[in-house]
């Protein structure tokens, strides 16, 4: 009997030459979705994003914060941690990214429309971490830590 590994999508492999091509193909993606998505869920509900608790925050903070501090952190956690852990228990690399999806999802469960968000375009910087993972541990942790960044910056801008 042929033991078969199951396989949801194919990661490719960022080679180092390619970064800066791969690193805006997957800014336009995130994008692209980002926008898409944010449409559509308007269309059918307010306050798509609205999170209350910072609605007090003095702006320059929630900006450490948002832009910052959590993209840095998330990439870590959800990214760097939970899918080299996730390979060391030998799972294939499209479930670890599905599984550090979700997780991610969770994390974010601001309302119902923004984790259906999440978990649309969330899989963006975990598939990206994947295909930069042959690179070594900096750049795949400062590419997608830079994606992220890029994407929180933008998004800050519906908070003010």
């Not at 974010?108 to 541990?137: E, F, S, V």
């Amino acid at each position: 009997m042929v033991c078969m590994k199951y396989i949801l999508f194919p990661v490719i492999k960022i080679h180092k030459k390619y970064n800066f091509l791969f690193f805006l193909l997957f800014f336009f993606i995130d994008t692209i979705l980002s926008y898409g998505f944010t449409q559509i869920i308007n269309y059918f509900t307010f306050d798509f994003g609205a999170v209350e608790s910072v609605a007090n925050v003095p702006k320059w903070l929630l900006f450490v914060i948002m832009v910052i501090f959590a993209p840095l952190f998330e990439t870590i956690v959800f990214q760097f941690v939970a899918l080299e852990l996730l390979l060391k228990l030998k799972i294939s690399p499209s479930i670890a990214i599905v599984v550090s999806t979700v997780i991610f999802a969770l994390f974010h469960n601001y309302n119902i429309p923004y984790m259906g968000y999440i978990l649309l375009t969330g899989w963006i910087l975990p598939y990206y971490y994947m295909a930069l993972r042959d690179q070594g541990k900096s750049n795949k942790i400062v590419f997608v830590f830079m994606l992220h960044l890029i994407g929180n910056f933008i998004s800050f801008f519906d908070y003010i």
